[in-house]
């Protein structure tokens, strides 16, 4: 069972988290094409490796921040607050 | 050059038995790759080998090549909870589980090989009024597309699954529910394996311990791949790599919907035979079935932490035994003997992606996410259709990458219907 | 002669136990497993092979063994594939063997192993093809499966535990001691688990001097040691699994106080210490499954912890050191022993040799067993010199398999060392060391200081033995063709199997596996997937260090469903939620039923017409409900009429203060996510109210744009769901009973028009009254502290509303048209598709969803609209009947009923659907199928009566 470092409360186990996509999406205006919308909102990294995710800590203190880890060995380097 | 496919049936068995097994050949031969194909297939899972079994009997296209990184059957193939049925809500995704379906029923005579498809039903509880409602909803959608499924009501549900518990004090009581009759569970190795040997028999080239390093897009033309073995060239590339999509099509140099996750599958020790339906509930997850060889075979829903480990956290195997142990309290006394999982690569509608990629001459079938056992055949019937054509086959054309775009996803995640 | 001897062991031969094996009665002691007992009781049969119902005797004295699988009756306990070998004897016990027809001792099926030549591994894939494999299937089914589940059978729940330590040790043999030991020097948590009752490991049945005491001593010693420095200790304890980020998986037994008697523990440490010691690993030779083959180790530990003598007339087969213990114990203890160690004499220590010969036994080096002679029991063994030998035991050794289960769930990669001709630990693991025989070291001090080390300890703080031991493993051999020689005893799967995989091209070590099924029993191949390997090496001519291994798997042994339940079972299990007020309803009589995963009434009374005499007194006189669980989500702050208008569909900002506004929420995907009221309380105070399924959803939505597009300090999110108990009151009555209630509010509806919201006062506590309406009445939804809400129901009873359920107001809401989320949208409705386009058409602003709104789908034609449904005649169309078009020739649904109902109010079948292009189809009679039966329908506006809402003020 993994443990996450919620910047806020520390390390937590990782039934208190939930996953909330690739970290740096950035949400397109109105008038971008039907492309640009399709790719915020469905298309993903999925990086098998290091990866930055965001991770809501939502049994805990409710933040959201960003995780980064990697998704093959499960090694967690580092959390921070979202920018 | 094909190899000759010595013919598997009783007599076989009793033949070699008396001659102490020396007769027997091998079930595929190991190439080594050539430098160029017609139709190369990446992923030596059941959809890939699905594939190039019916590009060479179906299309006369022989010159293929199905690359495959460890041993073919080694992903999802191998790792899934074995259970075949078509009860989708939207008429495309009925064509397309319904096609496979159907091509299981004949699929061991067809392949020669015994793939051990029990069509012994499939059951999907109701635990209150509510769901049970919208479950006519689905029925309903589902007769107009023509799947043999019907409401039953408890009783019945006791006769065929008389483990359930009939306390309707319980979480998770049995109000009703659906059935399909020709759903059930297949030997998965054996399909994987039994295309394999007839694709082999046609010639198809099957490559193992051959990975993909590169891809060489020219113009937007995908022309060859570099492997561990070796550069292969061809006119047309299909990719079924499952939880791996994404990071071949990175190095492709294109994006996909798709999100990895691990899905965990765990037997129980093996029993004499007490279950002969598969039995589900779509609300709290987990559904069983029981092995010929006795064990139980469960699974829920997934380990929500993109993953390609393929291990996953005890909490969700906890999640998986605690609601079956309350469905059927019987099942408390056994213990759980193996624990697994695969990579998953699950869309955005929960429905596959089946369509040319990106790069020209580069075709994708992936998507499938929990799904993709049971439509083995039919994956490969459409799937080796477009690489043969450069075109969709009717029943793959709404599963094309562009309804992300256009918004016409089929979202069978949202109908309700439990993967 | 009787195989329990006279003295010795560790049982108490104080307390004689009574058992039941295959219906004749046996006695043991306590401290005996059923194994030993068996044995004792010189029970040879215990047990019939899974394919060819070989008899089969006990093989192990562990978790590694594969034959003695019994059907486990004690009490209320049962347990159909219990492990003789590692379950503790008790009084009463009821023991069946499992698999035979009949008894282990006369199994009916017997005879199937005269046909095993035509049922080798994986037959089943190459026949059963003719008609279909059903005609087969359940022939096959019933001759497959170990034991038999009881259906009356119940296991109670388990306890599950959490621990978190610094160093967690696996294992008490004399490594994890040692280590055990040196990690108590520092200031650090340690928890040490075992899985037998006593520590030790194998310094219990074998002899060794540390620190200059007997084994036992030593280990008695360091017991209270570790006891007196507050180390953990978990007897009967087994780390089935090691899971991400050093979480170990412990199943404890022999817990008094959980109901199960077992415990499940999650214990993370800092650092694992594997010390789970190695498994012994079988000789290959023909009929190497008959009952009297077993471990030497086994042998030696039976004799030793048990005081049972499992044979009188004993071959040792060896080719290395270990089994020298056992031969000399078993001839000590006055077997007839011979020991035939397939090493010439010139490889053997000859102090070891002096010793046995010394003791009398018969040593016969470069002597190798070819096959053992008897059916039913070992009666003789041919060496492969062709010297004949009689026995009744075969006590066989092939070296030593590192247990490195634990190891690998974490990833390690083991290695294979060819000189020792076993796997070792490679790649190294954070946070896991692996010591002794697991890391394949075997000489005692060694061991001793490598373990001490491992935990930072001194190097001179070590335990030292002199005990020395040269040579436990070595390479072994694969066996020539042309026999039956087992490879996995579970499975029935033997080296001519192998052979046969190999022929077929199926030498992957995973497709060897899976085509043989060797390794993929209930003891997980412990005995037989180091064997496989050297055979699958030996006859595709490669190096075992090139095949590769199969991944093991948690759990190490098979853990029981119950336990791993743990606490989530009945009720527990994802809880319900419920109302406040739950009582106070249970009192009236109502009749329960769960809504989206919350309790709530029903109806009152028997149903046959309460929920008609609801309908009636909404419309005509005044009922009362219960909405408590409905979401009452405060939004906050400066910024939260910014924050609302980019989370709703329904702009909020111009939402006067003291007003009520109904709105829709959507996904990014455009899809109708949650519909509600949200209340204005002050220009930064709004209450958010939503479906009781959706709270949660809801909750999370605002928060993720709150934190993604907000200054933090300027809006907060605060669920106030359940601190709120809301009682609404409805009809053309309810004004004149709210008056009554004295919340301080004037109720005139100039002050308090329809969809206003004011502040009140209920007794000395706050309040909240707004005027919506889910009925289409008057109504006035009223909000208290939630301990207040039974008392402010029984004030509306009181003044004479009827009680109202959940079933009538769906009727009633569905007469005015007013949707619920999710059961009248479905997973492609965006709002225009409601009826509801103003905001598409005219915001400029962003807000979730905006731009899915005018994508191609978005904007098709057909899309399913929602619809009035009404039929001629009084039966009402079922609830999701399809809409059907049969115009192309192909019938095909083009949508379906949402909510259908007898109207009483209205005297006829209303029904609410989705339909392609909606009233666009006009009047015109539109069909419906339903399970088979035919249903016509007029499509007509979705709202039934008053569609001016002129009731509202009524």
């Known amino acids: 069972m993994q443990q996450f470092p919620c910047p806020w409360c520390g390390k937590r186990a990782e039934i208190e988290f939930r996953y909330a996509g690739d970290a740096g999406v950035k949400r397109p205006e109105r008038s971008a094409d039907d492309t640009a919308w399709a790719h915020y909102l469905h298309f993903r990294k999925n990086a098998k490796g290091p990866a930055k995710e965001l991770w809501i800590h939502s049994a805990g203190c409710g933040r959201w921040f960003l995780l980064s880890r990697d998704t093959l060995t499960h090694e967690v380097a580092g959390s921070e607050p979202m920018a | 050059m094909s190899s000759v496919k010595k013919h598997y049936s009783a007599w076989s068995l009793l033949r070699e038995g008396i001659g102490a097994q020396t007769g027997w050949s091998k079930a595929w031969q190991d190439r080594d790759p050539a430098g160029r194909y017609d139709v190369v297939i990446i992923g030596g899972g059941g959809h890939g080998l699905a594939t190039a079994y019916y590009l060479a009997r179906t299309h006369g296209i022989r010159r293929v090549a199905v690359i495959e990184k460890g041993w073919i059957g080694g992903g999802n193939t191998g790792r899934n909870t074995t259970i075949i049925r078509s009860n989708y809500f939207y008429p495309e995704s009925a064509a397309l589980y319904d096609m496979s379906v159907g091509l299981y029923e004949g699929l061991s005579r067809e392949l020669n090989y015994n793939i051990m498809f029990s069509q012994r039903g499939m059951i999907e509880l109701a635990h209150s009024e509510a769901e049970l409602e919208m479950m006519y909803r689905g029925v309903n959608a589902m007769r107009v597309n023509g799947i043999d499924i019907d409401i039953i009501d408890r009783a019945e549900i006791f ?120 039995v589900s509930s779509s609300t709290n997850g987990a559904y069983v079935s029981q092995s010929d060889k006795g064990e139980l075979v469960m699974g829920g829903g997934l380990d929500r932490c993109p993953s390609y480990a393929q291990r996953g956290s005890f909490p969700v195997t906890q999640s998986v035994v605690a609601p079956l142990v309350e469905m059927f309290p019987s099942f408390a006394t056994l213990k759980l003997m193996r624990q697994w999982g695969g990579i998953v690569d699950t869309s955005p509608d929960n429905s596959p992606i089946i369509s040319p990629s990106p790069v020209e001459g580069l075709y994708l079938n992936c998507g499938w996410g929990t799904g993709g056992f049971k439509a083995i055949p039919a994956g490969g019937t459409v799937f080796a259709h477009m690489l043969a054509t450069g075109r969709h086959h009717p029943i793959s054309a709404p599963f094309d990458l562009s309804r992300f775009e256009t918004g016409a996803l089929i979202d069978e995640a949202h109908a309700g219907v439990a993967h | 002669m009787n195989p329990r001897m006279a003295q010795g062991g560790a049982i108490d031969r104080t307390k004689r136990l009574s058992f039941v094996f295959d219906g004749v009665s046996y006695e043991g002691f306590a401290g005996d497993t059923i194994a030993s007992a068996l044995l004792a009781n010189g029970v040879r049969i215990i047990g019939r092979s899974f394919k060819y119902h070989r008899p089969r005797g006990i093989y192990s004295a562990g978790p590694e063994e594969p034959n003695a699988i019994l059907d486990l009756r004690h009490g209320a306990r049962h347990d159909p594939n219990a492990r003789a070998t590692l ?167 022999d817990v008094p106080t959980s109901a199960n008697g077992e415990r499940l523990w999650l214990v993370r440490a800092g650092r694992i210490v594997v010390a789970t010691g190695a498994i012994e690993r079988p000789l290959l030779f023909a009929n190497n499954d008959r009952p009297g083959v077993m471990l030497a180790d086994a042998a030696l530990s039976y004799l030793r912890r048990y005081a049972v003598k499992p044979g009188k007339r004993v071959v040792v087969a060896t080719g290395n050191d ?52 008897g059916r039913r029991s070992v009666e003789a063994v041919a060496l492969d010199n062709g010297r004949r030998i009689a026995a009744d035991l075969v006590a066989h050794s092939g070296g030593w398999t590192p247990s490195l289960h634990l190891y690998c769930h974490a990833k390690g990669k083991p290695q294979w060392d060819s000189v020792a001709g076993g796997y070792r630990p490679g790649s190294k693991v954070a946070g896991i060391e692996t010591v002794g025989a697991a890391a394949g070291l075997w000489d005692l001090d060694a061991m001793l200081q490598h373990a001490t080390a491992s935990v930072g300890g001194q190097p001179g703080e070590a335990p030292r033995s002199g005990t020395k031991v040269r040579q436990w493993t070595a390479p072994l051999a694969a066996p020539g063709s042309g026999k039956r020689i087992w490879v996995d005893l579970q499975n029935d799967v033997t080296v001519s199997d192998i052979e046969l995989a190999v022929r ?13 099924t060797i390794g993929m029993g209930t003891d997980q191949g412990k005995t037989s997937n180091v064997n496989a390997l050297t055979v699958l090496a030996a006859r595709t001519s490669q190096e075992i260090s090139k095949l590769g291994t199969t991944t093991f798997r948690p759990p190490y ?50 149903e046959a017409d309460a929920i008609a005499h609801e309908c009636v007194a909404a419309r005509n006189d005044a009922v009362v409900f219960d909405a408590s669980s409905l979401g009452k989500i405060e939004v906050i702050g400066p910024a939260a009429a910014a924050l609302l208008d980019f989370v709703y569909y329904t702009p909020m900002s111009s939402l006067g203060v003291g007003r009520a506004r109904y709105g829709l929420t959507l996904s990014e995907g455009g899809i109708v996510a949650d519909d509600g009221v949200v209340l204005r309380l002050a220009s930064n105070h709004f209450v958010v109210s939503c479906s009781s399924s959706h709270v949660a959803g809801m909750v999370a939505q605002l928060e993720a744009w709150r934190q993604d597009r907000f200054d933090l300090g300027q809006v907060f999110i605060h669920d106030a769901t359940a601190h709120w108990a809301t009682i609404a009151i409805s009809g053309p009555r309810s004004k004149r009973i709210v008056a009554g209630f004295e919340l301080g509010v004037d109720l005139d509806d100039a002050r308090l028009p329809h969809m206003g919201v004011a502040q009140a006062a209920f007794g000395s506590r706050s309040a909240r009254i707004a005027r919506v309406s889910f009925t289409g009445e008057r109504s006035y939804e009223i909000s208290v502290p939630a301990t207040l809400g039974a008392r402010l129901w029984q004030s509306a009873r009181d003044a004479g509303a009827s009680p109202m359920g959940i079933e009538a107001l769906g009727v009633l809401r569905a007469e005015k048209g007013y949707i619920y989320v999710g059961q009248d949208t479905d ?46 005649g009084s039966t009402p169309i079922p609830t999701g009947a399809h809409a059907i078009d049969s115009n192309a020739g192909r019938k095909r649904s083009i949508g379906y009923v949402t909510s259908s109902y007898r109207s009483v109010h209205l005297g006829h079948p209303i029904a609410l659907g989705l339909i392609e292009g909606g009233l666009h189809l006009g009047s015109t009679s539109v069909d419906f199928e339903h399970l088979g039966q035919s249903f016509k329908g007029r499509l007509v506006p979705p709202c039934f009566l008053d569609p001016k809402g002129v009731r509202l003020n009524a």
């Open chain 3, 87 to 253: 379950e503790p004897l008790a009084d009463g016990m009821d023991l069946r063997s499992i698999h035979a027809n009949g008894t282990a001792a006369r199994d009916r099926l017997a005879f199937v192993d005269r046909f095993a030549r035509f049922i080798p591994s994986a037959f089943y894939y190459k026949t059963f093809m003719w008609p279909n494999w059903a005609a087969y299937e359940h022939r096959i089914r019933s001759l497959a499966g170990l034991g038999r589940l009881d259906p009356a059978s119940r296991a109670a729940s388990a306890a599950h535990c959490h621990a978190e330590v610094d160093i967690c040790i696996v294992g008490s043999g004399p490594s994890g001691l040692a280590a055990a030991l040196a990690a108590t020097q520092s200031d650090k948590r340690v928890m040490l688990i075992e899985e037998r009752p006593e520590l030790g490991g194998s310094l219990l049945h074998r002899a060794a001097t540390i620190d200059g005491s007997q084994s036992a001593a030593w280990v008695s010693r360091v017991s209270q040691a570790l006891q007196d420095r507050g180390v953990q200790v978990l007897r009967r304890s087994t780390a089935v699994g090691l899971y991400d980020h050093n979480v170990l998986t412990v199943i404890q037994k």
């Open chain 3, 504 to 516: 077929e091209n199926f030498s992957a070590v995973e497709h060897l596996k899976r085509y043989t």
């Open chain 3, 827 to 872: 997973g492609e409705t965006m709002p225009h598709d409601l009826g509801m386009a103003g905001p598409r058409s005219k915001r400029q602003d962003s807000y979730v969803g905006d731009r899915s709104l005018i994508t191609p789908t978005a904007s098709k034609a057909n899309r399913k609209r929602l619809v009035g449904i009404l039929t001629d």
């Open chain 3, 557 to 606: 042994v098979p853990v029981s469903m119950a336990t791993i339940a743990g606490a989530e079972r009945g009720q527990l299990q994802w809880p319900i939620r419920r109302l406040p007020a739950e009582n106070t309803h249970r009192q009236e009589g109502a009749y329960f039923r769960d809504y989206g995963g919350v309790l709530r009434p029903a109806w009152y009374g028997v």
């Open chain 3, 322 to 373: 270990s089994a020298y213990e056992t031969a000399l114990a078993l001839c000590n203890a006055g077997s007839v022993v011979h020991l035939a160690d397939t090493r010439p004499e010139s490889e053997i220590d000859p102090a070891l040799a002096a010793a046995v010969r010394g003791a009398g036994v018969d040593l016969l080096p470069a002597a190798r067993i070819d096959t053992v002679i």
């Open chain 2, 159 to 278: 006769r065929l699954a008389p483990l359930l518990n009939a306390d309707l004090n319980i979480r998770w009581p049995v109000i009703g529910g659906l059935i399909q009759h020709r759903a059930g569970v297949a030997r998965h190795d054996a399909v994987a394996w039994g295309y394999a040997r007839s694709a082999d028999s046609l010639g198809v080239h099957i490559i193992q311990n051959c990975e993909v390093t590169g891809f060489d897009v020219k113009a937007g033309r995908l022309i060859a791949i570099e492997t561990s073995r070796g550069r292969i060239a061809a006119d047309r590339f299909g990719m079924a790599v499952a939880g791996h999509s994404s990071v071949l099509a990175g190095m492709a140099g294109f994006a996909l919907p798709l999100q990895s996750y691990t899905l965990q599958a765990m037997v129980s020790e093996p029993v004499k035979p007490c279950l002969d339906i598969v």
